[in-house]
Nanobody, 129 residues
């Protein structure tokens, strides 16, 4: 199982960016997947995830309404679409997954917690004018 995040870069405040997470060894449409970020000096934060139980999307309050998650129909790639970016969105962004089965620890928005087994390398997003 491997994940590779890409698409980071420098963007102005109010701008948009789409991150990709390429998956190998698993299908993002059938496994729980999540996006996390870590800013300098701060803890890793769960910002969005897709529940493997019913494909419900969950988002952190800090990004709700601005960020969305989508996947390819073939299950090979997951995307994080980020709009109306703010300076506080500056961070290294990671994608993650865990293999089934999924017990109660994965129910609801618990997929926003950093309890995943597999992590991709991060991609840096810098929001600055």
């Amino acid at each position: 199982v491997q994940l590779q995040a890409s698409g980071g870069g420098l963007v102005q405040p109010g701008g948009s960016l789409r991150l990709s997470c390429a998956a190998s060894g698993f299908n993002v449409n059938y496994w729980v997947v999540g996006w996390f970020r870590q800013a300098p000096g701060k803890e890793r934060e769960g910002i969005g995830c897709i529940s493997a139980r019913d494909t419900t999307r969950f988002f952190a309050d800090s990004v709700k309404g601005r960020f969305t998650i989508s996947t390819d129909t073939d299950g090979s790639t997951m995307y994080l679409e980020m709009n109306d970016l703010k300076s506080e969105d500056t961070a290294v962004y990671y994608c993650a997954t865990a293999d089934p089965p999924y017990g109660s620890q994965w129910s609801g928005d618990r997929c926003l917690r950093p309890i995943y087994k597999y992590w991709g390398q991060g991609t840096l997003v810098t929001v600055s004018s």
